[in-house]
């Protein structure tokens, strides 16, 4: 079993598949002809007729549907579940970089012996050999870094490429796998796993557009919600707003909190205290709205409001909604 690239795909409880396995499919194209992996837990049927049909536009060859007989959510199960699939002309694997899925490209690259880079958030591609860009210290520095083995393991962030279908579709093969994990892969065992309530929102991590309240909300995140639905985007928090339990921790953006990378990002009340700012300072455009003109968001914000966001916020909405209507 070979391909020249294999594509992770990320895919929610109800077969769909999420915008960020879309987006990887577009970059892998630039590597390879993509075959595309997708996980099934015993008993789970595969990906349907309409997914298979979709991958076609995106010009995958082969979809690989593995059964490992463990939990497929345990990180070295998918990085065996991955290994298993490599063969001699192999050229990469690409994964979204969440936090699990970055442990798969450690324990991917201790399987394989494959150069790993994660938080990738741009791919050259113009080369012998692929060159990541990435942010490092905070999002303060950002470095490009070429994968020197025959094979490259790169988790690369939502957003970083926009996706787009191929110009010629294909008819892509569906292929089997009953994978049989090592002793090593059971150690690990899942105690609990809840699944996030549904909002009607995008993911956080993946999302393009990122509303963020801070504590300049005062609690009150209605505003917030109101404009992330006109714009289709998430719903984000400082660690102040989630400590005062104004918000859910899930919500939490920073580095010791989600790390989001979305075209554009909008902070509300938002100081920009430099444990938030390592979480979404790779953000394509930085909108930020707060009283107090010395906050140090400003000094990464493209477009700076001084102002309440309680006046704000009100008229953006209405504007948008004349806009987009």
Known sequence: MSADVLVLLDHGGDGVLRAPAREL???ARELGPPAAVWLAAPG????SEQVLEELGGYAVTTVHLVTPDADPHLTPVVAEALASL?????RAVLLTSSFEHKEVAARLGVLTGAGVM???????????????TKQVFAATWTTRCAVRTPLAVLAVKPNAVAAGRAEHRTRPELETHDLTVSASARAVELVERTLRPASGRPDLGAAQVVVVGGRGTDGDFSLLEELADVLGGAVGATRVATDEGWIDRDAQIGQTGVT???RLYIGCGVSGAVHHRGGM???GTIVAINNDADAPIFEIADLGIVGDLREVLPQAIGELRILIC
């Open 44 to 47: 789970e049927s595969g990906p």
């Open 281 to 283: 300072q790779a953000s």
């Open 25 to 27: 499919l577009t970059l």
């Open 86 to 90: 490599v063969g001699p002309q192999t």
């Open 118 to 132: 994660v938080d990738v958030s741009s791919l050259d591609t113009s080369g012998e050999r692929p060159v990541a």
């Open 260 to 262: 989001v990378a979305p």
